[in-house]
């Protein structure tokens, strides 16, 4: 696997489009032909996102137990597994 590039989408505040845009640019790659996958997206329940998912491969995401609660995380085993041209990320910071 060779080297790879990190485009960062960054918004003064929540809701702002940075996640829709990343989606966004997402669909125009897939058209193009370009392999990318959904490794980890949280939609906040915003209908324009929850649709912007829909036509993009998702790679599983893994289950977290922690003080009696479950969390999903990003699988970074099976996006390496899969092995796409382009990995979508949301939310790395987990605040």
Not at 13 to 35: C, F, I, N, Q, W
Not at 70 to 77: I, K, L, Q, S, Y
């Amino acid at each position: 696997m060779g080297r790879g590039t990190l485009r960062i989408y960054l918004g003064a505040a929540p809701g702002v489009g940075k996640t829709y845009a990343m989606l966004s640019e997402a669909h125009r790659r897939v058209e193009r032909g370009t392999d990318c996958v959904v490794a980890f997206v949280e939609h906040h329940a915003r209908p324009r996102t929850e649709v912007l998912l829909h036509g993009l491969e998702q790679v599983r995401r893994s289950e977290i137990s922690y003080r009696g609660a479950v969390f999903t995380e990003m699988d970074v085993d099976a996006v390496l597994e899969r092995a796409p041209a382009v990995a979508l990320v949301d939310e790395l910071a987990h605040t």
